[in-house]
């Protein structure tokens, strides 16, 4: 059973021949974790997708511009940052 969004990625991606790029790299200042998973199928088609979570918010985000692929893991912390803020008064609540 897989244990991981890399591990599920790998092994259904690889049963139909694409091959499988994972990496860990740092969540950012929010703190959790991020995980990035780039599948290129055997006909040259490559997209990266790129998954965070933490006590308070869970997202994804897919790149299908080649151009912007190495990227990927700096695009997510920067959409993240953008997306998620602490709701009001969780600071006072200690959450």
């Known amino acids: 059973m897989p244990t991981s969004f890399a591990d599920a ?3 259904g991606a690889e049963s139909v021949g694409a091959t499988v790029r994972t990496w860990k790299p740092e969540a950012g200042p929010a703190g959790g974790w991020l995980e990035c998973v780039e ?4 006909d040259g ?3 990266t997708t790129c998954l ?5 918010s869970f997202g994804r985000v897919t790149i299908v511009d ?11 912390r920067e959409l ?6 602490p709701a009001a008064g969780a ?3 200690g959450s």
């Open 9 to 11: 990625a790998r092994a």
């Open 45 to 47: 088609y490559r997209n």
């Open 91 to 93: 600071e006072a609540q």
């Open 52 to 56: 965070w979570g933490d006590k308070g």
């Open 80 to 85: 993240r940052a953008a997306l998620v803020h």
């Open 66 to 76: 080649p151009d912007l692929a190495a990227r990927a893991d700096s695009l997510t």
């Open 39 to 42: 599948v290129t199928a055997a």
